[in-house]
């Protein structure tokens, strides 16, 4: 571990521990950057509370003993920095047709337009989601929820700068071109929206916001983790620093489902509703009844399955056989990394049924990726359906199929359920608002978002955290808001 990077130099205006000082081309072209960036994070960034002093934690290290300390910041005086993970001795391309070589510190030539497409994809999620969640600010359910949408939104700044610095250090020209499209186009804009998919949705309350750290914000781990397999070392880093970051965005998710489901757990013990469908005695009881969740939960699921791209895909098949993209814990699986001859068992649509069938496991490599992100969204979810049923609730939250809702790969031109039943157009439209948040099922959710921020008070609808951020007490002020 080469231990000059472990400290990051903040003498200039742009944290950062890849010395800076000493490149003064990318200094300056980041340094051009920054003013549209503080443009777009004022026009674009969360709205109000840009006074107030927040908890935040910012990172000053990538030391993983000790890497971030908390203060109170006014997000527009964040140091939004670029950290590398520190540099492996001798660290070789570790798949694909260059398996074993050493890892790259430049751009291979023959895979530049590959990589600047990955990063650019890769970076215009993180401002995105900043843009989605702009509003939630005003309605936090406490001063602890409002600090972690906050310490998120810092977060994914920062993983634009990340990406932004590898456009303009390794790419030229067109990297300082792309790096400027990232400011440019907004989520949900009909003329230059964000490119992908589920970046372009509303969030339009906290449940929502809880649903997307923790569906979302999970894809982004596991393309993050298949990125930090890349060859070319600065890209493999910079993804291993941002997981750091993530893990955090990932718990906000988790714990912020959990709470939900906690305290509408409590409320219809404490009311005495046994039946979990009774939604209008439970909505009466200001929470959020279990269907509902379960609506949302389907909603960000699928869309999030959609992040993963064609589960057959020739470009993920050639990312793999640049060494440019990996698969989930490359290096943790045996076998030869190369994949010329093996296969991969991918759901696909059969004569009208949804079967596994085995493809070459190079073209399967999305089709995996999402597999290991099923198994991963699984776990949580055994958590909040241990609050229900300790409550002795018979209800249990699931993940919808593959096949339902989607927009992208196999099954877009088809509708299934939840269980996976294909069914036609005119019974989809039927029955569709048994499986989505509908427009009443929204409204219902947003006549809750009234904000609460009295220290230590949580609205009605949310159980408070186990423990606080940085083991501060339940009545700490995690955001001190200007009058
Ligand atoms: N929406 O071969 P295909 C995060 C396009 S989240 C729109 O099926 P491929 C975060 C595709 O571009 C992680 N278009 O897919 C989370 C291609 O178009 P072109 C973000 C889509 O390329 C929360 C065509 O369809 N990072 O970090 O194998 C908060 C055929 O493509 C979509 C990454 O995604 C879609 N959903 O895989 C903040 C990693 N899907 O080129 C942050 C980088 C596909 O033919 N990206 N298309 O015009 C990639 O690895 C891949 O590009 C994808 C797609 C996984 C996105």
């Not at 401002?127 to 359910?141: C, D, F, I, M, Y």
């Not at 509703?273 to 269907?291: C, H, K, M, Q, S």
């Not at 399955?305 to 699986?333: C, M, P, W």
């Not at 241990?386 to 339902?404: E, M, Q």
């Amino acid at each position: 571990m080469n231990v000059n990077v472990m400290n990051v130099d903040y003498s200039t205006k742009i944290p950062n521990n890849v010395n800076l000082s000493e490149d003064r081309q990318v200094l300056k072209a980041l340094e051009g950057w920054h003013p549209g960036y503080i443009d777009w994070w004022h026009d674009m960034g969360p709205e109000g509370f840009q006074q107030s002093l927040v908890y935040l934690r910012t990172a000053y290290s990538v030391d993983p003993r000790g890497w971030a300390k908390f203060d109170y910041v006014k997000m527009p005086d964040y140091r939004w920095g670029i950290l590398l993970a520190p540099q492996e001795e001798n660290r070789v391309v570790p798949f694909g047709e260059h398996f074993g070589e050493p890892a790259w510190q430049e751009v291979p030539g023959e895979y530049r337009a590959m990589l600047r497409r990955l990063i650019v994809i890769q970076g215009d999620t993180e401002p995105a989601s900043v843009e989605q969640q702009r509003h939630l600010g005003k309605t936090a359910p406490s001063l602890y929820d409002m600090r972690n949408l906050f310490q998120v939104n810092v977060e994914e700044g920062r993983h634009l700068w990340a990406m932004v610095y590898l456009l303009q250090k390794y790419f030229g020209r067109d990297g300082r071109e792309e790096a400027d499209e990232l400011l440019r186009r907004r989520s949900g804009d009909a003329d230059s929206p964000r490119m992908l998919g589920a970046f372009n949705e509303k969030t339009p309350d906290w449940l929502s916001f809880f649903m997307f750290t923790y569906f979302t914000d999970r894809d982004g781990k596991m393309q993050l983790h298949s990125l930090a397999q890349s060859g070319f070392d600065p890209l493999s880093r910079t993804c291993r620093f941002m997981l750091t970051e993530e893990a955090h965005h990932m718990f906000v998710g988790e714990t912020g489902v959990g709470r939900v489901v906690q305290r509408t757990c409590e409320a219809m013990r404490e009311a005495g509703i046994d039946d979990p469908n009774e939604v209008a005695r439970v909505r009466a009881l200001g929470v959020i009844d279990l269907p509902t969740i379960q609506k949302k939960l389907n909603l960000h699921y699928s869309l999030s399955l959609d992040l993963f791209g064609s589960e057959v895909s020739t470009n993920a098949a050639n990312a793999f056989n640049a060494g440019i993209k990996g698969r989930y814990h490359e290096t943790q699986i045996e076998d030869d990394h190369r994949l010329q001859n093996s296969t991969y068992p991918v759901l696909k649509l059969v004569n009208g049924e949804i079967k596994r069938v085995d493809e070459p496991a190079l073209t399967a490599l999305n089709m995996r990726l999402r597999d290991d992100y099923t198994q991963d969204c699984a776990k949580g979810m055994l958590r909040w359906n241990k609050v229900i049923s300790t409550a002795g609730i018979d209800y249990r939250l699931t993940l919808p199929n593959t096949a339902f809702h989607r927009a992208i790969g196999e099954f877009k031109d088809v509708h299934a359920t939840p269980e996976g039943v294909l069914i036609d157009d005119a019974a989809w439209q039927k029955r569709k608002s048994d499986w989505l948040p509908s427009i009443a099922d929204g409204d219902y959710v947003a006549s809750l978002m009234q904000p609460v921020m009295d220290v230590g008070e949580f609205a009605s609808w949310i159980a408070p955290p186990k423990v606080g951020i940085d083991n501060r007490p339940g009545d700490f002020e995690y955001v001190k808001i200007e009058t």
